[in-house]
């Protein structure tokens, strides 16, 4: 229940029934002056009922205070002026806490304690300047003792505000921590039990020491630090309040370090000292809280962010996939114009134009997929020894033709003796194509790019991809390398491109265990790529005796694919090859033309209506152990292990070129034949 939605009078007439009761209880502490105790919870209990049920119960306080000083000491005028300072002094109290120190959640933060303990000692002043002043008035009090009397009043009501204040609002606010596991109950129950008997060890003459007067009140400080440390500021702040009971029941039985020449300035000794544990711990209480609340706000700050990163990888698989199905047909269409021999030059170079916009175009996706790869840290790399020399020439006229068309010189400078690494085939390739392509890509017609290796250290490679393009700008050379990055908003829009071949390529090349580094003089001066790796001995050359390749026989296949397109393309380029092809559209259909007739393979999506391609495989191959190859436009690592797992031999990303499905399939039936 929200303690502001309390009725006002029923509010007003409880406030003010506690507050006389508290405060008759407090003045029999009262030694030096009938009206002046040192200890006074009233001004805590005041201060707290402000901050919780609001401004409106003032007139409770008013009531409360006049009726316990008008049963105590003067008369009705001296009794209205105490009641007017005890008033405006928790008004005073709750605006300044209200106003600076974060009002009733003051103790969340470490600075609101202080500024909230700073307000307790400026806000008290009010009240013992108001009483004693009317007391001496009315000629209830001495002049002479208006200094003693004030400082007494004063040092009750602000420990009464540091130590009854904090607890009752504590646990008038709803709590932030959890609920406590077993571990946590028995952890507090000890606390407790040890400042108990600490306390009582202290304070509670049970040894000897107590009424020795020995400064030993220190013994107590860690078990509230402790406390303050391992649980909430409302665990601190009912310590407290115990051990303060403790004490102050002890002092006035002569027992602890705080026994002085009266009673009185024994009680306002132990009050400083309460008052300044209760600072320091209330404060450590509350940064711990600051800090676990932060902590758990960076947990959820990091779920969220794993969620979103899951959400973008799931996003881009699916983004990838809508791609690539449609790049597909079109691969496999290029794939049968390509075939007929009767197309002019003119028809033939638009065919490799459009076929070199479809792999660029699949280069992008793969971009995409190998950044998200690397970012978490699931690049699966296949170590063996690599002819670097091998590798360029193959990059090199792959890219020929690009080059070419734009009148750039390629020349090559292989001098390198030791030029053999230990890396991953295809993602070393990548490397290379990726900074050759970058140098086309950047180049101006009639320009030089030139490859050259050499081995400035034994066993140390360097691959070096100059041109004479148009250069790095100083600013841009200190973030190259970083994704998306493409230099000028000029360039992104001349060149074209994500920006993402070169971020790539630096993370394959550590990966691999290399350095990739940039330099260039400026603009229009050219740029230089320098791939570093350490060489490997050469393998030794094998030579195999092979035997005849006998002719592939035509196979009864079953093509599985929800993309009408798709299919359609790839059923007549397997026809075209000898094939029996029945085609299919959804895991029902395929199961009912499985059903039907006898396959020797399974060509299959795995996004289908009614099901995935990997249900349809392990169906399939439990009854009859056909050989499958998936074909997807999924193309994550584990999208590779869930086709094996589920039985199928291969698994192809989409766009699907005729050459791959054509090897993939030979070496699946060669495998199935063994």
């Known amino acids: 229940m929200n303690p502001r939605k309390i009725p006002t009078l029923p509010a007003i007439g409880a406030l003010a029934l506690i507050y006389f009761v508290a405060g008759k209880l407090s003045l029999q502490l009262a030694f030096l002056h009938k009206s002046a105790s040192p200890v006074w919870p009233p001004a805590g209990i005041a201060l707290a009922a402000l901050l919780v049920l609001g401004f409106r119960v003032w007139p409770a306080l008013f009531v409360g205070a006049f009726l316990v000083n008008l049963t105590t000491l003067g008369n009705i005028w001296t009794s209205l002026g105490i009641a007017s300072g005890n008033t405006l002094e928790a008004l005073c109290g709750a ?183 209760t600072i320091t711990a209330m404060a450590i209480a509350a940064a711990i809280t600051e800090r676990n609340r932060t902590q758990v706000a960076l947990e959820q700050q990091k779920d969220a962010v794993e969620a979103a990163n899951r959400t973008k990888d799931n996003f881009l698989a699916m983004l990838s996939h809508e791609l690539r199905t449609p790049l597909t047909p079109v691969m496999a269409a290029l794939d049968t114009l390509e075939a007929d021999g009767s197309r002019s030059s003119g028809s033939k170079n638009s065919l490799a134009m459009i076929r070199r916009n479809v792999e660029l175009e699949s280069q992008l996706i793969d971009d995409l997929l190998d950044l998200t790869r690397i970012a978490k840290d699931k690049l699966q790399l296949r170590f063996g020894p690599l002819d670097s020399h091998e590798v360029i020439n193959n990059v090199v006229e792959i890219c020929r033709p690009e080059a070419q068309a734009r009148n750039l010189t390629l020349q090559l400078n292989l001098r390198a003796g030791a030029h053999h690494v230990l890396g991953d085939a295809a993602k070393y390739q990548q490397i290379v194509w990726n900074l050759l392509k970058n140098a086309i890509k950047f180049t101006a017609e009639n320009g030089e790019i030139t490859i050259s290796s050499s081995n400035p250290e034994p066993q140390l490679l360097a691959i070096a991809v100059h041109d004479t393009g148009i250069g790095i700008e100083p600013e841009v050379m200190n973030r190259i390398f970083d994704p998306f990055e493409q230099g000028e908003r000029a360039f992104q829009r001349r060149f074209g491109g994500l920006g993402l071949g070169l971020a790539i390529s630096k993370s394959l090349a550590q990966a691999h265990g290399g350095t ?142 005729m050459e791959n499905l054509e090897a993939a399939i030979d070496r699946v039936m060669a495998t199935a034949t063994l």
Request: glycine share 8%; with cysteine; net charge neutral.
């Open 95 to 277: 605006w300044l806490v209200n106003r600076f120190a974060g009002g009733a959640r003051v103790f969340d933060r470490p600075q609101d304690v202080f500024k909230f303990a700073l307000a307790a000692l400026i806000g008290t002043t009010v009240s013992p300047t108001f009483g004693v002043s009317s007391l001496a008035a009315g000629g209830f009090a001495q002049w002479s003792s208006y200094w003693p009397v004030w400082l007494t009043w004063w040092l009750g009501d602000a420990s009464g505000v540091l130590v009854i204040a904090p607890l009752l609002l504590l646990w008038s606010v709803p709590a932030t921590q959890r609920k406590w596991n077993q571990k946590q109950v028995l952890e507090v129950s000890v606390l407790l039990l040890l400042l108990v008997v600490l306390a009582e060890t202290v304070f509670g003459g049970w040894l000897p020491i107590s009424a020795r007067n020995y400064p030993i009140s220190f013994i107590c400080g860690p078990i509230v630090i402790w406390t303050a440390f391992r649980f909430t500021p409302r665990e601190t702040a009912t310590g407290i309040f115990i051990l303060s009971a403790i004490a102050i029941w002890g002092t006035l039985n002569g027992f602890g370090p705080f026994i002085l020449q009266s009673e009185n300035q024994s009680l306002l000794m132990l009050q400083l000292w309460t008052a300044a544990l």
């Open 516 to 657: 990739l580094i940039a330099r260039s003089e400026g603009h229009d001066r050219g740029s230089t790529f320098i791939l570093t790796m350490k060489t490997v001995p050469a393998p030794p050359r094998i030579v195999k005796l092979t035997s005849p390749v006998s002719e592939s026989r035509p196979l009864r296949i079953l093509l599985v694919d929800d993309h009408q397109d798709t299919c359609v393309a790839l059923e007549r380029l397997l026809v075209r090859r000898g094939h029996l092809v029945a085609a299919a559209h959804n895991v029902r259909s395929a199961m009912e033309t499985a059903a039907r007739n006898s396959f020797d393979l399974l060509i299959s999506d795995i996004a289908l209506p009614d099901g995935t391609g990997t249900e349809l495989m392990t169906y399939l191959h439990a009854i009859s152990r056909i050989p499958g190859i998936a074909i997807s436009g999924f193309g994550m690592n584990g999208d590779i292990e869930k086709s094996i797992d589920a039985g199928f031999a291969e698994h192809l990303v989409k766009p699907v070129k």
